[in-house]
């Protein structure tokens, strides 16, 4: 049986270095798309979202990474122009080689660079969460044209609490990037102006033979600490006893790395 895990989602939301988060996305992008089994799945249920009725005029794919799914949104709104935007100019340049169909654009999500009322739809698969959920709505809702739609995931407090509780036994170091919980988000989310279609949190478990695996792959995907303080030390001690404790928790499939992932759809009001 699994042990009880005692910190279950404590890690608060420290202020996010975004230089941190550029660099460790740019220096991942040739790695991404080979490591990134659970964010394909995530987009793929956020590409179910979709409205299908619709006929975008204007698309927007907010942190687009290597463009995976801005080319997936190319080919499913074919007479749409579609616009991948991202802060890791590592990622944009690795997108712009691999897809032609759409603008590329470098930018910050809490501060877009498009005047207002300029898209049909916003799309957004797990990069949001890094950012100010209350701001990020605020600018979405200014770019969005009246009637348009956002169709989005992004992950809440709980997210990857084994490796948060493992290393709470190892070390006083924050490791972990914290996220606001379900409540907080579905709180602002009442307040954006926006008629919510449908918001839900769903835990997703990843399971890995051993730690070391479940390490290189977070550093493959740029998944690294973004917070604004010094980074956790990873000496060779430290990850042996890392090791040692995350054995305990270890269950028949592997060893659980979980993420609450949280999917949205929502409707700027046509009469704004
Ligand atoms: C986990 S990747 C997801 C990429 C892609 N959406 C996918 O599903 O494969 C997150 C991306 O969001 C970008 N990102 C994070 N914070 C951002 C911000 N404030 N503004 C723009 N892009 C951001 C990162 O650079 C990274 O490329």
Known sequence: ????????????????????????????????????VLQKRV???????????A??????????????QTALLSGHFPDSHVTGLDLAMGMLQFARSQ???ASW???????LPFKSESFDLVFSSLAIQWCSFETVLEEIHRVLQPGGVFVFSSLASGTMVELEEAWQQVDRDVHINGFDSFEQQQRWLLESGFKQQSFRQQT??????????????????????????????????????LQEV????????????SYQVLYGILRKPAHA
């Not at 006929?55 to 995976?68: I, N």
């Open 99 to 101: 897809c032609d169909s």
């Open 204 to 241: 997703e478990t990843l399971y890995y033979p051993e730690l070391f695996q479940m390490l290189r792959e977070l550093k493959a995907l740029g998944v690294n600490t973004v917070h604004d303080g010094p980074p956790g030390l990873m000496s060779r001690g430290r990850l042996i006893r």
């Open 43 to 53: 987009a793929a249920r956020v590409m179910m979202g979709l409205p299908t009725e």
């Open 1 to 36: 049986m699994q042990p009880k895990l005692k910190a279950a989602g404590c890690a608060a939301k420290a202020r996010i270095n975004k230089q941190r988060v550029a660099a460790n996305f740019s220096r991942a992008a040739t790695t991404y798309d080979s490591a990134a």
């Open 105 to 111: 654009c470098s930018g910050d999500i809490e501060s």
């Open 246 to 257: 995350y054995e305990s928790f270890r269950v028949a499939a592997g060893l659980p790395l």
């Open 55 to 68: 006929r975008p005029g204007c698309v927007l794919d907010l942190g687009s990474g290597t463009g995976s």
